[in-house]
Structures are given as structure tokens and as C-alpha cells.
DNA sequence: GGTATTTTACCCCAAATGCGCGATTGATCG
DNA sequence: CGATCAATCGCGCATTTGGGGTAAAATACC
């Protein structure tokens, strides 16, 4: 048996809010009864409403998409927000992403496939227009920026990164702490920092742990 | 006019070699000179070769696929990897994108979406099943664990993050050192941390910067 | 075989840090 | 109105840290 989708619509633009209700009203499966103009009323009126997708835009008057979704999914977990805007820059995407949006689709996508997006999130998915999946798979791949340190340097900078301090690393290495206090020194001057703290925020920042 | 998109095939086991090998060179638009039944040979051999996308397997006796595309992406920039896998596991999602691939697709893809899937990768995509893809944009997803922190403890671990000490803090935010240590002291309290470098850590990889 | 680089080790010292204990002012809350 | 908590300021002290050197092995590299 089929269920049928409960859609709502987050657009500020009357046209495309009408467009996108009639093609979902339009097609069996889907069903759309509430559409907001502003992320203020979605904000208010959503978490008292059975919903199972909504569609939100980015740019809309007063507080944006990606805030009113940051708002929205904490008390609604099981709704599953899918961006449909113009934007395609990378804060965009990540912070909609980061807010808990569950996909991300670009305005000049086809009814056909905004339908069967809508279809795939509900079901468990993640539709994304493909230049956005490119862009959210890209951000994982390191770049190999060739480490600097020698093994043993990282070795310790790992422990750093744990909160230890010099006798400490050096008991687990079995080291003199002058050793210890050597190599973070050379760790020090490779990677340009003056304390642990900002070791610590460019090993985890830059690269290896 | 369309190209022709040259694939290369690494997988052990003979069966799904050789059919996956037929699906490519049975269409039109794709071609296939180049099989792999381990990595090791994949790694010697494709950078002297000319593909386009690379359908790599990750259970492979000797160095699996993740670490095989680890070695080649940083000489085969242009070439895009999809895994084609059983493996969904968060791992191996994860550390395949990590080590560079452009694409997971599970074995159960039919080839009509694995054909799909490699001319999409080809144009710029990144195609992935979609209970993958879901695990991918979930990663993003940041609970949004309450802060125990206070604003101005918040305020005070951002600059300490930045590798501030006491008083270039104090001035910064027109207080007394003594103020500063104050605040860090029972940030440490709440974050159950005793130093910079833990307090950086929990920071960054909690939440908040 | 000679030259880096890495790893190991040590010294001195001023500054920074972490910790304990206390105190005043506001704001918020029940 | 009392209680709680955040934000502010303060002191003392033992320990840690960061920066300045130096240098001998071991390893790698050419």
C-alpha cells in the first residue's frame, strides 16, 4: 500500500509557491494543504501540524530557511526538510545541511524529479541535485597536504591533542620529557604555532587525527 | 556531441568482473579495456593508462580499495572513483570519501543506475545510493547539544581556541586577567577538562566554532 | 662516505597555567 | 523576598610550559 505525503511549502514567491502546491496537489501520493510565505508563520505553525516533508526556500523575508529549520527539526525529528532554492554556494549548502536539512535541490530541478525527491527523502534518502552532492562529497576528501612532521612528531601531537602533557607523553613513549619537550618544540616552529592550543586547532583543523 | 567514457573495473570476484565488464562494453558511449582482480595491480597500472572513472570493489585480497584509491587520487586527479560495494558500514562510507572516492553505489544497483551513475560522475556528479547518501548528509547534522557554556564562556573559548593567552584575553575583552582565568576555570569545570588542549578539542569537535 | 634529518637528551629561566578559596554585583526565577 | 547563577575581580602557589641554547647517537639520503 501507498501512503500519502504530507507536503508543506516554505516559499516567499506567490507564483512558485503556487506552482509547486498545484504540481504536488496535481499528482496522487501527495498531498499539500499547508503553505507558508515567511519562515516567521512556519516557525509558529509547523509543530502543530502532521507533516512529512516540507520545502523551504532560503531567501525569504526576515529570518532565512536555514534558521527556521534550525529552529523546526529539533521539535520535529521526524519531519524531513528538503532545501529548494536558488542558491548554490557553499555556505549555503553546509549551513542548510549543518541546520538539518535532508536534501537539497536546486529551483531549476523538473517537477518529476522534485517528486520523486520528495518520495526519496520520506522514504529514507537524501535527494541532492548532483553538483551539490559533488560539492557535499568533496568536502571529505583531504587534500594529502603533505605533513611537515616526521612520524614521531605526529606521534606526539596526537598525545597533545589528548590533553597530555610532557611527562605524561613521555611515560607512554618511554621518553626522557626533554625528549618530549624537543620534538614539541620542532612541532612548534613546523607548523608556525606558539602553544598547545593552537597545535591542537591546526592538527585537527589541517589534518591527521 | 558524446564522449566516450572510459572505465576501469577493480574486483575480485570473476563473476561480477566479467558481468559488470559486459554491461560497460555492451552499451554504447562506454568502454572498457581495463580490469583489475586486486589492487595492487590497479595501483601499479592505471596511472600509465587513460580512464575516466574507476569502479572499485573494497573487500580485496592484499590492500583493499580504500587504500588503493588513497595511493592513486593524488596521481589520477581527473579520474573519478565510485566504490561498488556490499560494504555499508559507516566506515567504509566514510573513509572511502575521505580517501577520495567520488561516488558509493552498493552492489544491488541495478545496471541501468550503474550505467547512470558513471556518466553522472563523468559530467561532475557524485552519485550515491540513497541510504548512503542519507548517512552522508546526516554527518552533518549537528545535535544541537545544549551549550553548558554561558555566552561569555563561549566568547572566552573561542579566543582561547584561537591560542590566546590570559592576557591577551583580558585586553581584548577589557577585563582583568583575573576575570579571564575565573571564566576558563569553570569552563574547564563544565567541560569536564583540565587543560587548553583538551578544552580546544572538545571545542572544536563538540561543537561551537 | 659524507651530509642531512630524526630522535634522543640535557640545562636555564621567565612567563603562563591550573587550582584552591573568597567576594561583590546584577539578573533571573520561583 | 530569598535563592541561584552569571559575570566580575582578587590573591597565593606549585607546576607546566615555551623559548633560548647544545649535542650525541641513529637513520636516511645522495
Do not use: W
Not at 19 to 38: E, M, N, Q, S, W
Not at 135 to 160: C, D, G, M, W, Y
Amino acid at each position: 500500500m501507498k501512503e500519502i505525503i504530507h507536503v508543506a511549502i516554505v516559499e516567499d514567491d506567490e507564483e512558485i509557491r503556487q506552482v509547486l502546491a498545484l504540481i504536488i496537489r496535481g499528482t496522487p501520493g501527495y498531498f499539500c494543504k499547508h503553505t507558508f510565505v515567511d519562515a516567521e508563520s512556519a516557525v509558529k505553525e509547523l509543530p502543530n501540524l502532521y507533516v512529512n516533508v516540507v520545502l523551504m526556500d532560503i531567501e525569504l523575508p526576515g529570518i532565512n530557511g536555514i534558521e527556521a529549520i534550525k529552529r523546526l527539526k529539533p521539535q520535529l525529528p521526524d519531519t524531513d526538510f528538503i532545501m529548494l532554492t536558488v542558491k548554490h554556494d557553499d555556505k549555503s549548502i553546509f549551513d542548510s545541511l549543518c541546520a538539518g536539512a535532508s536534501g537539497y535541490l536546486l529551483k531549476d530541478t523538473p517537477p518529476s524529479d522534485l517528486l520523486r525527491s520528495i518520495e526519496e527523502v520520506y522514504k529514507g534518502g537524501s535527494p541532492m541535485s548532483t553538483n551539490i552532492a559533488r560539492k557535499v562529497i568533496f568536502s571529505f576528501h583531504q587534500n594529502p597536504s603533505p605533513s611537515p612532521l616526521s612520524a614521531r612528531e605526529t606521534e606526539i601531537l596526537q598525545l597533545l591533542c589528548e590533553g597530555m602533557n610532557y611527562r605524561s607523553i613521555a611515560e607512554k613513549l618511554f621518553l626522557s620529557s626533554h625528549t618530549v619537550r624537543s620534538h614539541i618544540k620542532n612541532i612548534y616552529k613546523k607548523l608556525h604555532v606558539h602553544s598547545r592550543a593552537e597545535a591542537v586547532k591546526k592538527a585537527i583543523n589541517d589534518k591527521l587525527l
